[in-house]
C-alpha cells in the first residue's frame, strides 16, 4: 500500500516588492545578510575575493576613462532598480545619470 505524500512537492513562496524589500533594509533586517532581489525572489551573494575586486577595479578604471561622465555613469556593486521588480547589484553597471 502506498502512502499519500502530505506535502506538496513544491514549497509555496512568497514574492517580495521593492517596496517590502526597501522596508526591510530600512529596518535593518538584511544587516548582516548580502542579498539581492531578482524577480521577487531573495538571492544570497557569494563573497568577493580579492582577484576579483582587482579585476573589477581594473575594469573600472578602463570605462570611466572610455565613456563621457555626461553620457552614461559607471557604478561598481551598487543596487541597480529594474522595471521587473528586481533591484540586483552587479559587479559594474553602466547607467544613464541622474535616478
Known sequence: MTQANPRPSAEPRARWTLERYHS??????????????????????SPEGPLHSDSIDELQYYLIDLIPRHISK???????????GSEPEPDIAIV???R
Open 24 to 45: 526591510a533594509i530600512n529596518a535593518g533586517i538584511f544587516e548582516d545578510w548580502k542579498i539581492e532581489l531578482l524577480n521577487g525572489e531573495l538571492y544570497e551573494m
Open 96 to 98: 544613464r545619470p541622474g
Open 74 to 84: 559607471v557604478r561598481i556593486g551598487h543596487p541597480v532598480t529594474l522595471f521587473d
